[in-house]
């Protein structure tokens, strides 16, 4: 990460602000999505979400972006699939604000549930989505490619929030 992109010290972002992504920040964006999953999107995912009309938000302490959501309007629904925080920044809140967005955002649409995929070892984001009280609805088996614990593949966790 570069100096410019660096997050504050600070261990609650409670007071970060939620705003939409433009392109001028796919740079910013696309550090923590590099810092954050083993699977990264590229560049030109960033820029086509936003040139598709997603849901793209991020959130900003201090002028310094230290996470990221995007979400794909479908017809009835919506779904999440990304979101990330800066590594030093974690447990401070932000993907919580970030997803409160979301919500707020999606309720002004009638689009219900929200769902997502996520791998199965990740843990974390299980207790996050967990934490704000997505449930499990399904498992796809040998989903994703590039397995971790030397598995060719791994599972998808299939959870949905109705809003
Ligand atoms: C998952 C992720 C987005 C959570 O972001 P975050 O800003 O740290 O989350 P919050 O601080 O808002 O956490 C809210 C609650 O979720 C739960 N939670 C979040 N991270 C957790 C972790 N590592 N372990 C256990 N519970 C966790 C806790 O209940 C937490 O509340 P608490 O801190 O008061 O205990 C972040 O860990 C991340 O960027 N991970 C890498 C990217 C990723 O896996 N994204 C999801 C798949 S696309």
Request: hydrophobic share 45%.
């Amino acid at each position: 990460m570069n100096q410019a992109h660096r997050a504050p010290a600070a261990l609650s972002f409670a007071s970060a602000e939620i705003d939409l992504m433009r392109e001028p920040d796919v740079d910013a964006v696309l550090e923590i999505e590099l810092s954050s999953n083993p699977h990264p999107w590229t560049r030109d995912h960033f820029v086509d979400a936003l040139r598709s009309g997603y849901l793209c938000l991020i959130a900003r302490e201090q002028s310094v972006i230290v996470g990221f959501a995007i979400v794909r309007l479908l017809v009835d629904d919506a779904e999440l699939l990304l979101i990330a925080v800066e590594p030093s920044a974690r447990r401070g809140g932000v993907a919580t604000l970030l997803l409160n967005s979301v919500l707020d955002r999606l309720a002004s649409t009638g689009k219900s549930p929200l769902h997502l995929e996520v791998r199965a070892s990740n843990s974390n984001a299980i207790s996050f989505y967990e934490s704000r009280k997505f449930v499990r609805t399904g498992l796809r088996k040998n989903y994703y490619p590039n397995g971790v614990h030397g598995n060719q593949r791994e599972d998808a966790l299939l959870m949905q929030l109705a809003l």
